[in-house]
Nanobody, 124 residues
Framework: QVQLVESGGGLVQTGGSLRLSCAAS????????MAWFRQTPGKEREFAAS????????YYADSVKGRFTISRVNAKNTVYLQMNSLKPEDTAVYYC?????????????????WGQGTQVTVSS
């Protein structure tokens, strides 16, 4: 059973930066494809970014492309989301997700493991 714990959320002003971390409990982390999703009240959870198990391929939603960077350190069982040039519309609960051999990386059901989420609030 893979357990995921997010950290790094908080309150930041427009244009600021935050780095989210997601630590995995499982030594098979290096075999897991990882992703970040986000959700605001009343809306569906949406894909933000993902990274393949090897770290060689990354994917981003158009809304965050050029501002967010996903990365991973397999030796630390950790995936990161560096968020720059933050906007009020980035305000959401951010969730870390994991799964094996994912082909449709934007699909919620592709991921079998989820963290509890961390709140990111961007003030205007």
């Amino acid at each position: 059973q893979v357990q995921l714990v997010e950290s790094g959320g908080g309150l930041v002003q427009t244009g600021g930066s935050l780095r989210l971390s997601c630590a995995a409990s499982e030594r098979t982390f290096r075999s897991l494809d990882m992703a970040w999703f986000r959700q605001t009240p009343g809306k569906e959870r949406e894909f933000a970014a993902s990274i393949k198990w090897s770290g060689g391929r990354t994917y981003y939603a158009d809304s965050v492309k050029g501002r967010f960077t996903i990365s991973r350190v397999n030796a630390k069982n950790t995936v990161y989301l560096q968020m720059n040039s933050l906007k009020p519309e980035d305000t959401a609960v951010y969730y870390c997700a994991a799964g094996f051999d994912i082909s449709d990386y934007t699909r919620i059901s592709s991921y079998g493991y989820w963290g509890q989420g961390t709140q990111v609030t961007v003030s205007s």
